[in-house]
């Protein structure tokens, strides 16, 4: 009895809960009030995102409720799901009244919500110029960074608040007189950022390459110096370059950056930074310096000049001494450029310089590779010639790279066969390269090479003695796959070449006839078939050539199995596999057309299918082809059984017995009433 009202105490108090949720969350200050009354912790419930009364009442605009709930001692700082207070919620919507009345309260303008952002940067986003007053006034910090390292003057930059951007002003001016204040905050923000991992460097950029534009670390001399301290890090110069944070950068300030940034650009290492330098995402005054750096570089314009076929402007670099193995941002050198361009002039260029054609860019391809990918054979041919020997260059001695790796021969095989670049493959193949190998999958290149229907490749591989009984992870071979895609002139290849046609796949045991029979490929049953497949072959399912072509429907090949001669069990067995699935047509071509009644009976089974299944037409056409008595009754039971009155009415103009007792004692209209098949039990009564 105690656990009884104990239960009905809880349900009641959970009911009280829901209710001041639901009104705080549409402001019925009388209804908050009796909850309050009759004893509801304020504290207590929450709405499914994790919201307390106060936060529902703030986001939604209700000042009284929000009033009345901080005099009932409700928390200020409770945080829903995604750690966002009261005050966040008020100033992400502009709810200035119910902002004033948080911070009157005490709600800390510092916490941060999952995103790291404090309510500043919630209002900063809407660009709400009153409760952006509101907040500085009360003391929030403009310089707080959320997880992008984006501060609420970041934002409203973005949402070009006035409010916000003329108070940073006034912070600036008051910092100039005392310039060691910002320096903490720009060394702690550059620590974060400098890394030697390339991988973490790139993440970094990509990530914040929008995002990022503390305009604070470019504001005073001292916050300066500290920048330049980790300049070694190319994201700050980076950072320094674009043009938002640029555009807030004081004139007097400038200058300085400027001149650090021309330091900087200059050196080997930032060779990276000249192309983002020069892009329309920096500054006017950047892409200025950026193009001069570019253009007092040879190593810096070589790969430019590559990219533009410029063939004078890359040997005149290379003549001052160029770097021929810099690499762009993906790792690609000027070589890998020329190779995938076609330029045959200036990969020979670089190749005679002593460019590295073994160097993989950040796919692991070299320079063999992309130029097979892209067909461009003089220069495969041209790469397969380089010979291991010293270059000398001025007082520089160094050693060329020898021919390509095995398995970068290999690789570029792959490419060029897929594509169909035949004599690519001709020339790989004559360098050595394994027509056996399997790179990046479990397939072969003649599998690849099949599936795309690159004829001529195919018959180059299989002049290499490329093994025709390979199989995949799924037990497919060549053949297997080009019957599925239907490459009609890969399939008689391999077939000339004595692929064994009765090979099966893993997954359904089917050979390559069963597979056309599949898809309906007319043109590569013709050639299986005179190559001498089994008909009588049957899958894992029990299902031969003939049958799968019936139950998918494919007149085109039954008619070939029928030209090649296909016995009476076979045919039976094909017209079962029709009825199953309502294929009309074949039925009528299976059963020779208009069939006379009288002819050979049909076993039972494809008529009870058929009438199974509701396929008028088909059993129309197997009655009048000739079906004993015995079938007919059975299919008058399951077309009863299963509501078909169309079909029961055919059967029984044929001769079916509607008294005979089929299952259990019971007859066909026994059965109709079971379930409730008021028609049938209709035709069957009369």
Known sequence: MNTMASEAVKSKAAEAAKELITAACVGNFDLV????????????????NGNSALTCASKNGHAAVVEHLLDAGADKEAKNESRSTALMCASERGFTAIVVLLLRAGAGMEIKNKYSRTPLHECAIRGDATTIQCLISAGAKICAMDRNCATPLDLATDASCRELLEHHAAVLATLAKDPAALVPAAIAYCATLSTTDETVRAEKLSLREYQVRPSFLWATPAARTAVFKWARDAFIIQLAAMTPPFSLVPDDCAGDILEYLEIALSRPESLHLLAYCSSRKAHVWVRAVAEAAVAANATAKLVPATNAG???????????????????????????????????????????AGADNNVKDRTGSTAIVVASENGHTAIVELLLKVEAGKIHRGDVCRVQPSLPSQSDKNSALMKAAVRGHTAIVGLLLDAGANAEAKLGGDKTILMNASEKGCTAVVQRLIQAGANTEAKDSN????????????????????????????????EDSNTALMIASIFGHTAVVELLLQAGANTDAKNQNGNTALMIASENGHVAVLEIFLRAGVDKVSKDNAIIAASTRGRTPVVKLLLGGSAQKGEDKLDKTALVVASRKGHTDIVELLVQHGSNEEAKNCALFVASVNGHARIVRLLLQAGANKEAKVTNGKKAVDWAEERHHTEVVTLLRQ
């Open 33 to 48: 009030s009796e909850c309050i009354a009759h004893g509801v912790d304020v504290d207590g419930p929450s709405d499914i």
């Open 310 to 352: 410029d063939l004078s402007t890359v040997q005149d670099c290379i003549a001052r001494g160029a770097d021929v193995d810099v690499r762009t941002t993906y790792g690609s050198t000027a070589l890998m450029i020329a190779s995938t361009k076609g330029c045959i002039a200036i990969a020979k260029s670089l190749i005679d």
């Open 475 to 506: 037990g497919n071979t060549a053949l297997l796959i080009a019957t599925r895609k239907c490459r009609i002139a890969v399939v008689e290849l391999l077939l000339e070449a004595g692929s064994n046609v009765e090979a099966r796949d893993d």
